[in-house]
């Protein structure tokens, strides 16, 4: 779950807050980023490429903890699809009604969990889902274009895998998405159509326990290790000077001088035993020209009180880490099984499966629970035998998501206040870019790529 920092705020009393000049802005700064995720860790290598004085934040005790720690890990901006696409919401209530379904709506939903539906259920007209989906690949684009450049300019052993194939167990599901081919192309994206036997000869581990009418093969994907990319991401920004200030939450951040100011406190998070070196003790105030806030949900409150109500909730998934016992039954690359949304990503000697999708009240992670047993059964049917069962490593993480599923990106009412939140499942696709937006838009410079609907003022639209 996203680090819970920002728990109080002070505003100035009184009358609008006024931007610098712009000449201001473009002068180095010091800019204090909260969350270490992939997210704060790449806007951080893009603050600092601009010139600014960087430190990096987070309640944990090193990056990559929470959300960034596990997920599916998976880099197509051909797959950056808004969750809220028309045929999202029966495929969300058809596997909410299977008995061990990826989807859970748990008791407790609280009214912010129903007016979310309601409003993501609005989102999933055809208009809107097409508006929103552009903004989407817009900021997926940029951020395959920034990846391949913060990897090359940090010299990052990335560890990744080319190549995803999307799998369909029928006819119906393959068509329609076989209908949207000559618009991913006019897009850029190269998706090929293959057959069953071309399946197979791109995953010649795959099972024949489930249909297979045919899939989608996009070569130029990128399967990775999201938590390894980091740590390797953080090091080299060490080497350039950013500081990290771990087991450190913002306690308050206050605003009523102009010039923020975070109060932070030590959390009693124990000391991360593969860190090789000892970071810093955290000042008890720090006064940074600007705050970067990658700190998903639990930037809520924050937002809350600068007047804004950006209306994301917690939507939690899972994976599954697993030892590989029988290398010729698992996937080369990464699958996706369509009828579910579930991924199988090969990653070394392991492969990981994730998905599901939980909203409501929290419950004790559980290794037999609705949605780990949904990712169990895909991966038996794929790839039975290919696993060792033997010791999994079972992971839950916890996403901001928006209605429109499109990631919020920008200034806030206040001026030295910018936001990098709400990516949902594509963090790690979009991260780089949304990043590099950031550090433009922080420098007093214009955003790479048009963000409208990508920002708070667009939502108050």
């Known amino acids: 779950m996203p680090a819970r920092h920002a728990v109080r705020i002070r505003a100035r009393p009184g009358g609008p807050i006024r931007r610098p000049p712009l000449e201001e802005e473009h002068l180095p700064m010091h800019v204090a980023v909260i ?40 880099a197509a901006p051909a797959l950056a699809v808004p969750w809220s696409a028309p045929h999202m919401p029966g495929r969300w ?20 969990n129903w007016l979310w539906l309601i409003r993501w259920l609005g989102e999933s007209r055809a208009r809107r889902f097409v508006a929103n989906q552009e903004r989407l690949r817009r900021l997926a684009l940029l951020g395959r274009e920034a990846s391949l450049a913060l990897i090359a300019e940090r010299e990052i052993d990335s560890r990744d895998r080319a190549g995803c194939l999307r799998l369909f167990r ?13 618009v991913l192309a006019d897009a850029g994206f190269i998706v090929e159509e293959a057959s069953p036997e071309r399946c197979r000869e791109i995953e010649p581990a795959l099972s024949d326990e489930l249909p297979l009418a045919g899939g989608l093969s996009l070569p130029d994907a990128r399967t990775g290790n999201v938590a390894w990319f980091t740590r390797q991401l953080k090091r080299a920004l060490m080497a350039d000077g950013v500081r990290f200030h771990f087991r450190a939450e ?8 102009g010039r923020p100011r975070l109060r932070l406190r030590a959390t009693p998070e124990l000391q991360d035993p593969d860190l090789t070196w000892h970071p810093p003790s955290a000042p008890d105030t720090l006064e940074p020209d600007a705050v970067v806030l990658c700190t998903g949900t639990d930037s809520a409150g924050l937002l809350r009180r600068l007047g804004c ?31 579910t949304g579930v991924s199988i990503t090969r990653m070394g000697n392991r492969m990981r499966v994730a998905g599901g999708v939980e909203l409501g009240a929290r419950r004790e992670l559980s290794a037999d629970g609705p949605v780990p047993e949904a990712l169990w059964r895909v991966m038996r049917g794929w790839f039975g035998g290919a696993a060792d069962l033997t010791c999994p490593q079972i992971w839950v993480g916890e996403r901001a998501l928006l209605p429109q599923g499109t990631p919020l990106l920008g200034a806030t ?18 991260a780089a870019g949304a990043g590099q937006v950031l550090a433009e838009l922080v420098s007093g410079r214009p955003a790479p790529i048009d963000l409208d609907g990508l920002t708070l003022a667009s939502l108050r639209r």
């Open 250 to 257: 913002v306690n308050e951040l206050d605003v009523s001088g």
């Open 93 to 112: 209530l058809r596997n909410w009604l299977r008995p061990h379904g990826p989807v859970v709506l748990r008791p407790g939903l609280s009214p912010a």
């Open 309 to 339: 109500s950006p209306g994301f909730v917690p939507v939690r998934g899972y994976s599954i880490t697993l030892g590989i016992r029988r290398h010729e039954r698992a996937p080369l690359a990464a699958v996706i099984d369509e009828a």
């Open 170 to 182: 029928s006819e119906r599901a393959l068509a329609a998405a076989t209908a949207q081919l000559p």
């Open 35 to 74: 969350g270490a995720g992939v997210v704060g860790v790449c806007t951080a290598h893009w603050l600092r490429a601009a010139g600014h004085d960087v430190t990096v934040i987070d309640r944990r005790a090193n990056v990559a903890q929470e959300t960034s720690f596990a997920p599916a890990a998976i």
């Open 413 to 430: 009412p206040h001026p030295a206040v910018f936001v990098n939140l709400a990516h949902g499942s594509h963090g790690w696709t979009v």
